[in-house]
């Protein structure tokens, strides 16, 4: 197993650049994640941005709410709902994203480029440091 340390945490915007209830989307590694910051509990999360129905990186770009109890985004191409907790789609329980840890750390959101399951992403891109997409 994998043991992560401060190297692992890929810097992608500073948090004044997520407009709290919305995500953005940011390259860590070779992944596409779609990085979420939720108000009420002042937390970060961080999921796949690509939509695995229409293979689309559309996830930053959905609603955030609140399904049966699960803190969830609603993809904006066919509004599955992906849990922000376990990435599990509530539509279909066969299917589900990559989950990855989000953190604030001096002002920046940052991202463990390692998923839930300790699977390794590439090395950190050029593009560190900077959101690929605004809000939405």
């Keep these: 197993m994998h ?45 796949d941005a690509v939509d695995p129905f229409s293979n689309a990186p559309v996830l930053s770009g959905g609603i955030v709410g609140d399904v049966r109890g699960q803190l969830v985004v609603a993809s904006p191409i066919y509004k599955q709902h992906f849990s922000l907790h376990t990435g599990e789609c509530l539509e279909d329980e066969a299917v589900a994203v990559r989950t990855f840890d989000a ?31 605004h809000p939405g």
């Design 3 to 47: 043991n992560p340390s401060n190297a692992d945490w890929t810097t992608v915007c500073a948090l004044d650049a997520v407009v709290p209830d919305t995500g953005v989307r940011a390259l860590v590694g070779d992944a596409q994640v779609a990085v979420f910051r939720i108000s009420q509990w002042d937390q970060m999360f961080a999921i």
């Design 103 to 133: 953190r604030v750390l001096d002002g920046h959101v940052q991202v463990r480029r390692f998923s839930s399951e300790g699977l390794p992403l590439a090395q950190p891109s050029s593009c560190e440091g900077k959101p690929l997409a």
